[in-house]
């Protein structure tokens, strides 16, 4: 662009007057638009540039530098263009175009400035001379990864393509050697004529390939192979070291509108403490396109107002760079906001950084039905809401959280989250009635205990003994394959889905088949055995089962998942796993019990779903989860304590009326979002505001669906409204969505019906003389928890026939109580 | 041909009105800012075509085709299987041996033998035979259902998508559309004694007079409530209760659902069983107007004993779906309802060592009829042990475009999935113009 130029030029050569008068100069003339004379015109407050050291090692190695300027009001600009750098010791190493490439063995820095501002980068040539062989698993695999060669589509499918496979994103590096050059000898490979063999020939388009040109013939990728090939094509003859992080920049951006870009750049450090820049061998992606595209060459380029995360992938490592695009010129002021708590502190800044506003505190009456269902599953009565109300002490509210929490109801709630978890059911004809039930009063007694979490853990993964007298057992027959128990586990006490790495390396995140199979050599000891009564089981924990490696056959050592190899000598493997699980040392535990208690309260995780935590799904919020995490962990994993800081945060008190910043943020936390209520907690407050009992097989008459033990005790209404079958420990098995059936019975179906009829509340009301008005207000105040509007009780009224008949009365007025249950103010909670 | 310059018309449909809000609770001035971004979303008209309805018959577990539409009975044994194979009526072309009444309507068939995907895992194969998409962890895709409920809506007042007798699995859902595209499920087996669809008719007591009031009650109810909030979840709500109010207030429509308002002489000839009862249903269901209709039928993930399995599986499967082609073919209907019956794979050529077979989704059967599909031919065709596609191998991608080319709908235009990102209805299928009339 002509600006840069100029402006690139000028200050090399004429210090900073002149070039201020240049660049105005150029903005006149060449872009008269006012919003990009201003985006030109300011001076960045600071400069970064990455990396922020260098290691060069060898004649090959060479390090890419990415500039980036920050605004004061915090939005950056890719200034790699634009940055002047001088290489102090010029014999040590030069730039050649955007690239530092090494000279000779030596020590020095860059001086990077721009703007009146500099930044010094370190400079460390271990050699310039080294130049060791192309190596398979270091140089020619990560060409096959970055090509798309060896992706689920190509040759990384189960089978292959067109008769070739890798092993998918390289999992296998001696099957792909293997069948590179033996499995087919001569065919695919020929060391002879490198220029001539059906690798290069296929790859470059020169015959025909389904998957097209991949690559050119003056390309990197296309020499790495070539040299491969005339070295021998040998497979590495030393273990080659490990990718043992990657790192991606800059790791954050907020861009100034659509089109405004920024260039990324990805180093790998590897077990042997060399780094790499590996940006053009990494391969790149987006969790939102429109808000941030990314290049496969790694240039980002703004779209619509958004965050997104922009993920580089290298080896089995995924990085990500949050970015954030603005509406090009947006001037926003952040309005001071009350703050209750570290809740609203954390997301008070986020927001600010999105330039929305939070909307403001719910009424009295949206609060006091908003924490009653959440907190207990109910809904206030008529004397709660009034009380409420009229209180006029300004601790009202944290007092109704402390009486809510007292509830045994709030116990029920979360014996059916974790009842869900745990899939608690009876199943077939393996797991019986009787161990459901046992099963679920224990954990009723742990849980109404305020039991703390991670001993609930110890005790379940650890259990052993009879499944009747010691009920945390039940934990290894509600699922019975080691395979589908080390899944779980990682879903329900990490929040990680890591199935996919049973067959081959995650896709989407870290875990490798390795990481998979050694996690569930934690539970590859675990056995059954028979007792007297049928029904009941011995759980053993020290049977001679093994895991091996399905591709190499290596019989798997227990490894923490994301941690080191785990001393079981002489231990029961799954009480090493439970302790590490519930310790310091794993991250995941206290973050993803967090996550999961945020989630009830607001409808979406932090992360969401709560139980997808990876890489290229990041948290909205990350200090605010760690922050949570941490405080829940050291207060004993006090679950009380949490509940209380959640609800008397000012965040879970927004109302629902967004304003306008943040009418499109569904993801952020900036007003309340509607909530349908669980099928449980529905079918609940449908017979509180009836004045009716449920009845559900093998429960007392009036039990609440929520205290339901087993998961197969159930009926019409809660199978529609998308109840848990505790089939599966996923989030997913809870449904909230509406559907048709939904519909058509709170319209038609006996639910809502019979329990106006039977419970007989207009009846009652009729008889101690109450007036038509003064029974819709009682019938508002009941279900909606509010007051009617003089225009709503006008407008059913007018609908209502001019009678004295009470029969005909009763009729028009059990008419409203089916609207309000039918409404969809009853239905969510917001 | 792509046509962006329709988009706003497109956009500002009511039903697409929908659509945009499940992006995520669009404000008026973000939908009109995502107008100028549509600009690339690829957008075609769907207009009714040859296919004004659909049968989709689902096999779950995965049919052999070794031992239904694709027999070997010039393999060794271990290919061959336990059946032997009868003559069709389509010169030439043989079926296994129990397939007797198929095997008489074979003229008005398509046999695919050539259908090919990747997934040998049960969810992920039927993952592709229900939305036309491998798999992917990052998007829930739309089942064909959801897409033709997206694309057309409902007709004579009936829901677009109807499930026989519940959601089969969780990729027949809406996946990325607002779950106001997910289907109606009728809740219970049409083959029970007792069988009647749940809810439809007014409680006892309630008159259509009474019901009007007490819907003009909750109108003033709900207004209080819309005037503040907007929510994606909202509008579905909203939806759901007009299609309930439309479905019981039409007489013609609820008795679509009545499988005693048909002649008790054909539905003994559909068979009173699962397969007779749930094929006579989908075809009222599509005769009163129902779009989409999937039913399941049975388990066929025969690794044990599939002579077994197949003997007790088939029999009625094969009365029910003869009696279907041959009554639709009857009614004048067949021309416009497309009937396809499908697993979510094969099963390996080899039997295993417990007299079954394992999953193939290498090479499998599928077969399609009606609707403007053309009668009486085999496309493609597996090798000599039916453990490849021998020649013109079709692709699940190619098979739903085609499917959804009878339908009227371009495959390749683009639906707007969560976070305003444009996804294919198919990605990069093709119409298989030889399937076709």
């Known amino acids: 662009m002509i600006t840069d130029f100029v402006r690139g030029n000028a200050r090399t050569n004429c210090g900073r007057f002149l070039s201020a008068a240049l660049v105005l100069l150029s903005c006149v003339v060449w872009l008269p638009d006012d919003s990009m004379a201003a985006r030109q015109g300011e001076d960045p407050v600071s400069l970064n540039v990455f990396p922020q050291s260098i290691q060069l090692h060898g004649k090959r190695d060479f390090q890419k530098i990415v500039g980036q300027a920050v605004r004061h009001n915090g939005v950056t600009d890719d200034v790699t263009d634009k940055v002047q750098i001088v290489v102090h010791d010029q014999d040590i190493a030069k730039l050649d175009g955007t690239r530092l490439v090494p000279l000779r063995a030596g020590q020095t820095k860059l001086r990077i400035r721009h703007a009146e501002l500099e930044v010094t980068v370190p400079v460390t040539v271990a050699s310039a001379e080294d130049d060791p062989p192309v190596s398979f698993q270091l140089d020619v695999m990560p060409v096959f990864s970055r090509t798309g060669c060896n992706s689920g589509s190509c040759h990384g499918a189960a089978r292959g393509k067109d008769g070739f496979r890798l092993s998918l994103f390289g999992y296998d590096p001696d099957g792909d050697y293997f069948r590179l050059t033996r499995e087919m000898l001569g065919r695919r490979i020929d060391v002879a004529t490198p220029d001539d063999c059906m690798l290069s020939n296929k790859a470059t388009g020169k015959v025909a390939h389904s998957g097209g040109t991949v690559f050119s013939r003056d390309s990197d990728y296309y020499q790495t192979l070539k040299r491969w090939l005339v070295e021998g094509a040998e497979f590495d003859k030393k273990e080659v070291p490990e990718v043992q992080s990657v790192t991606l920049m800059p790791p954050s951006a907020i861009l100034d509108g659509d089109g405004a870009t920024q260039r990324l750049c990805v180093t790998a450090s590897y077990s042997d403490g060399t780094t790499r820049d590996v ?105 709660e809401v009034e009380n409420f109300v009229a209180d006029e002490g300004s601790d009202k509210r944290s007092k109704f959280i402390d009486r809510l929490l007292e509830q045994d109801a709030f116990v029920s709630i979360w014996v059916m989250k974790w009842s869900q978890l745990l899939q608690i059911r009876s199943y077939k004809n393996i797991v019986s009635q009787k161990n459901a039930l046992i099963y679920h009063r224990w954990l009723k007694e742990k849980i109404s205990a305020n039991t703390p979490v991670d001993k609930i853990v110890v005790e379940l993964l650890g259990a052993r003994g009879s499944t009747f007298t010691n009920p945390p057992a039940n934990f290894y027959e509600m699922e019975r394959d080691p395979l589908k128990i080390t899944e779980n586990v990682a879903q329900s006490f990490m929040g990680m889905r890591i199935q996919c790495a049973q067959c081959h390396n995650h896709p989407f995140d870290r875990w490798t088949m390795e990481d998979y199979y050694s996690f569930a050599a934690f539970f590859a000891k675990v056995a059954r055995k028979p007792a007297s009564d049928p029904r009941e089981r011995i759980i053993v924990g020290s049977g001679g089962g093994k895991t091996k490696h399905p591709v190499s056959g290596k019989v798997m050592e227990p490894k923490f998942l994301g941690g080191a190899m ?30 999961i208690v945020w989630a009830h309260f607001f409808g979406r995780g932090i992360i969401d779903e709560v139980d997808d935590v990876r890489v290229s799904n990041p948290p909205v919020n990350e200090p605010l989860l760690s922050e949570l995490a941490e405080k829940f962990s050291e207060s004993g994993y006090d679950f009380k304590a949490m509940v209380r800081d959640i ?70 209404f809660l199978e529609t409204f998308g109840r848990s079958k505790r089939e599966s420990v996923c989030s997913c098995e809870v449904k909230k ?94 | 041909m792509s046509n962006s310059a329709k988009c706003s018309d497109h956009l500002l449909s009511r039903r697409n009105l929908l659509t945009v809000g499940a992006i995520g609770g669009l404000t008026l001035s973000n939908f009109f800012r995502m107008q100028s971004a549509c600009a690339e979303q690829k957008f075609y008209e769907s207009k009714e075509g040859s296919a004004k309805s659909v049968i989709f018959i689902f096999l779950p577990g995965g049919m052999a085709h070794q031992e239904s539409f694709d027999p070997k009975p010039w393999a060794p044994l271990e290919y061959r299987g336990p059946f032997k194979s009868i003559e069709t009526n389509l010169g030439g072309v043989r079926f296994g041996e129990l397939f007797k009444k198929t095997a008489k309507v074979a003229d008005q068939l398509t046999i695919v033998r050539s259908m090919t995907h990747g997934e040998a895992a049960h969810e992920r194969g039927v993952h592709n035979m229900m939305t036309g998409y491998r798999p992917s962890p990052a998007l829930q895709f739309p089942s064909m259902g959801s897409v033709v409920s997206h694309e057309f809506g409902p007709r004579n007042n009936l829901p677009p998508y109807v499930l026989i007798p519940n959601e089969p699995n969780e990729f027949a859902g809406a996946g990325y559309l607002s779950s106001s595209f997910s289907g109606f499920s009728v809740g219970a087996d049409p083959a029970d004694k007792n069988f009647r669809v749940r809810d439809l008719q007014l409680f006892e007591g309630v008159t259509s007079e009474r019901f009007a009031k007490r819907r003009k009650m909750l109108e003033v109810v709900n207004d209080h409530f819309r005037q503040r909030e907007q929510s994606d979840s909202l509008d579905a709500v909203d939806t759901f209760y007009n299609r309930a109010y439309s479905l019981i207030s039409s007489q013609k429509a609820r008795e679509a659902f009545d499988l005693e308002k048909e002649d008790p002489k054909l539905r003994d000839k559909y068979g009173r069983n699962q397969a007779g009862a749930r094929m006579l249903l989908a075809r009222r269901l599509v005769e009163s107007g129902v779009r989409f209709v999937t039913l399941t039928y049975g388990g066929w993930d025969h690794h044990d004993k599939i002579q077994d399995g197949m003997n007790k599986m088939v029999p009625s499967f094969d009365q029910a779906y003869a009696t279907l082609i041959e009554d639709l073919k009857e009614r004048g209907l067949l021309d416009e309802t497309l009937v396809c019956v499908t697993s979510e794979f094969g099963r390996s050529p080899k039997v295993n060592a417990n007299a079954g077979r394992d999953h193939w989704p290498k090479v499998f059967s599928s077969l399609l009829a009606g609707g403007g599909i053309k009668a009486g031919q085999v496309y493609g065709s597996s090798d000599a042990t039916a453990s490849e596609p021998a020649d013109n191998p079709l692709t699940v991608q190619d098979w739903a475009t085609t499917i959804y080319s009878c339908l009227g709908i371009n495959a390749d235009k683009e639906l707007m999935a969560p976070g305003a990102r444009p996804v294919e209805i198919v990605d990069g299928g093709r119409v298989c113009k030889e399937l076709l009339v």
């Open chain 1, 737 to 830: 969505e509406p559907n048709l059936s939904q519909a058509l019975h709170l319209i038609n179906g006996k639910t809502v019906e019979q329990k106006i009829r039977s419970g007989n509340l207009v009846g009652k009301w009729l008889k101690e003389k109450l007036g038509e008005e003064e029974i819709i207000q009682r019938l508002y105040l009941r279900i909606l928890g509010r007051m009617p509007e003089v225009a709503e009780i006008e407008n059913i009224t007018a609908l209502f026939e001019d009678t004295e008949d009470q029969k005909q009365k009763k009729t028009m007025l059990e008419d409203v109580f089916w609207a309000l249950l039918n409404s969809s103010e009853f239905l969510f909670n917001h």
């Open chain 1, 647 to 716: 609800c008397n945060s000012r965040t879970y008190q927004l109302s629902t009326e967004a304003n306008e910043t943040n009418a499109s943020d569904l993801t952020n936390f900036s007003h309340a979002y509607l909530r349908r209520l669980p099928a449980e907690v529905l079918i609940d407050v449908i017979a509180q505001v009836t004045d009716t009992r449920n009845k559900f097989p093998g429960l007392p008459l009036g039990a609440r669906a929520i205290e339901i033990a087993n998961g197969n005790t159930t009926n019409y």
């Open chain 1, 566 to 595: 785990a001393e079981v000598k002489g231990k029961d493997r799954r009480v090493v796993l439970a302790e590490w699980l519930t310790s310091k040392d794993n991250p995941y535990f206290s973050r993803n019990l967090a996550n």
């Open chain 1, 279 to 383: 940006t053009d061998l990494a391969s790149f992606s987006t969790t939102n396109g429109s808000v941030a595209s990314v290049s496969k060459d790694g240039i980002v380029v703004a779209g619509q107002r958004g965050e997104a995360l922009v993920m580089a992938r290298f080896g089995t490592h995924t990085v990500g760079a949050e970015f954030v695009t603005l509406p090009r010129g947006l001037d926003f002021v952040p309005e001071p906001m009350p703050v209750n708590n570290f809740i609203d502190a954390r997301i008070n800044e986020k927001l600010n950084k999105l330039r929305i506003t939070p909307s403001g505190l719910c009424s009295d009456e949206v609060f006091i039905r908003r924490v009653s269902l959440d907190i207990c599953g109910v809904v206030p009565t008529e004397e």
